[in-house]
């Protein structure tokens, strides 16, 4: 029997991944351990003798780890997920480890939320949420925007930005959107223009991004692109906080130049999202910071986390793993060459 261990993605088993994953990986006769460690270099070795272990955003699959790991036997690495910004390819590839993740689980799941935290902080449903619960019904400074006409810019025009776009369609918004790798048809079929970057950037109210992170886009929202936008911008980020400089962010909300940012990612995610630290004194400043301002919406990495999405991972993992030990080449391996 093949035997798989789990690294959740936190110090603490999530409930929901066992839930989805265990009885999938039960019909396929595998027998998987699941293991309450997040991956990193010194928790690699915990993971010795199995052939195989499926990780989510935030364990660590550095160059270190996957020595320790391929070492002690490791032959295949299932992504619980599309992004692989967090594993070594070509370290993988040199010690002849095998990578494969889920390209595309729920695109709906994410679009769905990053158009829900667009109306959340529009119409400032976060501030009328806890008035009205704590006996203020003033409607003082709650005024938000009409999202019709306003022009809303993706960036990157992959599944999840081309349903973001469409779904900002059904306000009779203005889409236009901005991808390297443009896919007119599409992008077209989803209501959306392309533009260059830079205009999109200085002319969108609300600039939403859907691409990876990858050397050529981390820190994409600096200080420099942050001074050429629309003041009052509003500013989505779904994909991977590494996109956006947090510094640089700080100092425009400090400023005023930034009307709303909705963040579902952060760049320093790792080691404070998908727990419970609320009886410890949080320690990354930068990150607390943030937390203060009234026009921030962070939410914790949840965009994924419906039932269908969770479903869908636990359908695609196992069946990466089944085609791995049959010796087939799973469509979504993950490459050195593929991944440029
Ligand atoms: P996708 O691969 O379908 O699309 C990504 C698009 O980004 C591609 O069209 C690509 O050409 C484009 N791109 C590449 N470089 C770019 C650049 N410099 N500027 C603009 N666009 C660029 O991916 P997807 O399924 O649409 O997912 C988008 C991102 O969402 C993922 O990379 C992942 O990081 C993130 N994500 C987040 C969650 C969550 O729970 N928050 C869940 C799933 C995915």
């Not at 003041?231 to 994909?239: D, R």
């Not at 963040?263 to 910071?289: A, H």
């Amino acid at each position: 029997m093949f035997h798989v261990t789990l690294l959740p993605k936190a110090n603490k088993l999530q409930k929901y991944d066992s839930a989805h994953l265990g009885p999938e990986l039960e019909k396929a006769g595998i027998k998987a351990t699941f293991l309450q460690t997040r991956l990193d270099d010194e928790t690699a070795i915990i993971a010795e003798g199995y052939p195989a272990i499926c990780i989510f955003v935030n364990d660590e699959l550095s160059a270190a780890s996957i020595e320790v790991l391929a070492k002690n036997g490791l032959r295949y690495v299932l992504l619980r997920c599309a992004g692989f910004n967090n594993v070594d390819l070509a370290a993988a590839e040199r010690a002849g480890v095998q990578v494969a993740r889920v390209p595309a689980y729920s695109p709906y799941a994410v679009a769905e939320f990053a158009v829900g935290l667009m109306l959340m902080l529009n119409r400032n449903l976060h501030k009328s949420y806890t008035r009205v619960r704590t006996g203020n019904f003033s409607l003082e400074g709650l005024t938000g925007f009409d999202m019709n006409k306003k022009r809303i810019g993706i960036v990157g025009t992959g599944k999840i930005g081309r349903l973001t776009g469409k779904i900002c369609n059904g306000f009779s918004a203005e889409v236009v959107c901005y991808d390297p790798y443009p896919n007119v048809e599409l992008a077209t079929e989803a209501g959306m223009k392309y533009i260059g970057l830079e205009e999109l950037l200085a002319t969108s109210d609300i600039v939403s991004l859907h691409c990876p992170l990858m050397p050529s886009t981390a820190h994409m929202i600096n200080d420099e692109t942050l001074s050429k936008m629309k003041k009052g911008v509003m500013i989505i980020n779904t994909s991977r906080g590494g996109l956006i400089d947090t510094l640089a962010l700080i100092k425009y909300l400090k400023n005023g130049k930034i009307g709303q940012v909705g963040m579902d990612v952060y760049e320093n995610e790792s080691g404070i999202y998908f727990e419970d630290s609320s009886d410890d004194v949080l320690q990354d400043d930068t990150f607390s910071r943030l937390l203060t301002f009234h026009n921030v919406c962070i939410t914790g990495h949840q965009a994924f986390l419906t039932r269908e999405a969770l479903d869908n991972i636990a359908v695609a993992t196992v069946k990466n793993l089944c085609e791995f030990i049959d010796g087939k080449t799973p469509d979504s391996v993950v490459t050195v060459e593929n991944s440029c």
